[in-house]
Each structure stands twice: as structure tokens, then as C-alpha cells.
């Protein structure tokens, strides 16, 4: 599965911000999708996963009541809808993508297929 980001973002703290991540060579339908990011000089970091119907979600902890990850399989794309953030929620963010019909994983091991990454910049 070939994954774009669009959007990358220079927001205030307590902004908002949409990512969204299209497949654009097959459907999504069969896969878990998720968001990971890399803040900078530190690891990747899980942020939000969902499951192929959509009736399952997980969230880091760090995010968890700020972003809603969300997906529409008939247009290819998953979604992270951003809320009151914070400068440390700055990073690049990736999607990605798993073959699997159950829950998201929270490994970034088990995903097949990456996004090119985009950057989100919070501003104190």
C-alpha cells in the first residue's frame, strides 16, 4: 500500500490540526491503519490506531481525550483530527498501515506500509 500524508502544520498550543493519509494504489479496507510520530531527538511514538470497520480506536496516552483518529474506507484515508495541542506533540507524524482484521497494534513493527511522514510544529 503506497500512503501520502497531506497537511503539514505550524499551529499556536491549544490549536487544532487535520492529518489525513490516502492509499493511493488499493483500498484500505482490510487493513488497521494507525499514527505514529517521532518528536525530535527522541523515539517513535504510537499515537492513535483503528481497526478496518472503524468501531475501534486506541490512543497513547499522551494524546488520549485531545486527537480522534477516524477513517473512511470508500475514499482510502485515515485521519487524525488534532486538538488543544501542545508544543510537545511536535514531530513527524507518519501513518501506517497493517493487513489485519482485528484490533490496531501498538508496534510500529508489525505495520507493512509507511507514509513519508509530515511535520507538525506547536508553537508555545
Known amino acids: 500500500v503506497h500512503l501520502v500524508e497531506s497537511v503539514r502544520g505550524l499551529v499556536q498550543a491549544e490549536g487544532a490540526l487535520r492529518l489525513s493519509c490516502a492509499a493511493s494504489d488499493r483500498r484500505l479496507s482490510d487493513n488497521a491503519l494507525a499514527w505514529f510520530r517521532r518528536p525530535p531527538g527522541q523515539v517513535l511514538e504510537f499515537v492513535a490506531g483503528i481497526d478496518w470497520s472503524g468501531s475501534i480506536q486506541y490512543y497513547g496516552d499522551s494524546v488520549k481525550g485531545r486527537f480522534t483518529i477516524s477513517r473512511d474506507n470508500g475514499k482510502r484515508t485515515v485521519y487524525l483530527q488534532m486538538a488543544a495541542l501542545k508544543p510537545e506533540d511536535t514531530g513527524v507524524y507518519s501513518c501506517?498501515?497493517?493487513?489485519?482484521?482485528?484490533?490496531?497494534?501498538?508496534?510500529?513493527?508489525?505495520?507493512?506500509?509507511w507514509g513519508q511522514g509530515t511535520q507538525v510544529t506547536v508553537s508555545s
Open positions: 501506517a498501515a497493517e493487513v489485519r482484521l482485528g484490533p490496531p497494534s501498538r508496534r510500529a513493527r508489525d505495520y507493512e506500509s
